[in-house]
Nanobody, 119 residues
Framework: QVQLVESGGGLVQPGGSLRLSCAAS????????IGWFRQAPGKAREGVSC????????YSAVSVEGRFTISRDNAKNTVYLQMNSLKPEDTAVYYC????????????WGQGTQVTVSS
């Protein structure tokens, strides 16, 4: 059974850090591109970052460049999103998803993890 499980969300103060995890089961995550997305209340879902399967190239939205870093640990079949210098506008539910390439389409999705940035 193909499954993605996100974890690591929580409440953090502005300027703080969190590391999100996307753990895969039922398939080898390294064979796929993995994207992180987020959706804030009342807003459309947006792409945050992606790591490709072929050469490990990474891509990030302009809004998070220099603050968020995506990486993968193949031994743990897990992809991470390190989020630093968090801002209130980063508050959202964060999802990971699989695709053949970062351009999509994305097929399998996790259930999401809530990130709240507030003082």
């Amino acid at each position: 059974q193909v499954q993605l499980v996100e974890s690591g969300g929580g409440l953090v103060q502005p300027g703080g850090s969190l590391r999100l995890s996307c753990a895969a089961s039922g398939f080898i995550l390294d064979y796929y591109a993995i994207g992180w997305f987020r959706q804030a209340p009342g807003k459309a879902r947006e792409g945050v970052s992606c790591i490709s399967s072929r050469d490990g190239s990474t891509y990030s939205a302009v809004s998070v460049e220099g603050r968020f870093t995506i990486s993968r640990d193949n031994a743990k079949n897990t992809v991470y999103l390190q989020m630093n210098s968090l801002k209130p506008e980063d508050t959202a539910v964060y999802y990971c998803a699989t695709a053949t390439g970062c351009e999509g389409p994305y097929d399998y999705w996790g259930q999401g993890t809530q990130v709240t940035v507030s003082s």
